[in-house]
């Protein structure tokens, strides 16, 4: 398994479709998913509509439970978890259940000025249909990352289990770096 990780607008989305089609990885997006659980008008539907309009993180309890019925039903199994774990809490959650069941090679992280992602998301948002690509939700998505995030990032750094990417670049650039991770995995 590998964790993608990088600011909202960062590109792990994708790089991550580039991963499956070189190399046949299965790509799980977190935040994806939850769009997917909300859509359901499950019990917890509304709770995650919310969270998701304000950037905030989702309980992670739900996510970890999505993210595990995704990978049993999938055939392959190298996995890129992408924005996920998003917060400390997303990290404690996912190794209280997992422990060490799944290898995890690294942590992907893809690095951004705020600048940069604010000109993408914006851009995005006349096409994505998203209800946080809006400059209120991305301001409060970008201090998330920083006060939730980072300190996963760090985490990982300490573990000497990151590999950071500068994704300033062009996509095709940044694909260039990143299928050099992938080649002999
Ligand atoms: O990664 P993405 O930008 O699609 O995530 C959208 C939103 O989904 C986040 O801003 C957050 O509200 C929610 N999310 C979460 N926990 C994650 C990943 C995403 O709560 N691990
Ligand atoms: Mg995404």
Same mark, same amino acid.
């Given at each position: ?63 970890? @439970? ?11 199994? @190298? ?13 404690? *959650?996912?190794? !209280? ?34 209800? !946080? ?20 990032? !760090? ?20 694909? *260039? ?6 080649? !002999?995995?």
């Amino acid at each position: 398994m590998v964790f993608v990780l990088g600011g909202p607008g960062a590109g792990k989305g994708t790089q991550c479709t580039n991963i499956v089609k070189e190399f046949g990885w299965c790509h799980l997006s977190a935040g994806d998913l939850l769009r997917a659980e909300r859509a359901t008008g499950s019990a917890n539907a509304e709770l995650i509509n919310t969270y998701i309009r304000e950037g905030k993180i989702v309980p992670v309890e739900i996510t970890v @439970k999505l993210l595990l019925a995704a990978m049993e039903k999938s055939e392959t199994k @190298k996995f890129l978890i992408d924005g996920f774990p998003r917060s400390l809490n997303n990290y404690e *959650g996912w190794y !209280d259940v997992v422990g060490d069941d799944v290898h995890v090679a690294f942590c992907l992280f893809f690095e951004c000025p705020e600048e940069e992602l604010e000109r993408r998301l914006l851009a995005r948002a006349q096409s994505s249909g998203r209800d !946080d690509d809006n400059i209120e939700s991305i301001r409060k998505r970008f201090k998330i990352f920083i006060e939730e995030t980072m300190p996963v990032i !760090d985490k990982f750094k300490a573990k000497d289990q990151l590999k950071l990417i500068s994704s300033v670049q062009s996509i095709e650039e940044v694909w *260039g770096q990143t299928k050099l991770l992938f080649k !002999d995995l």
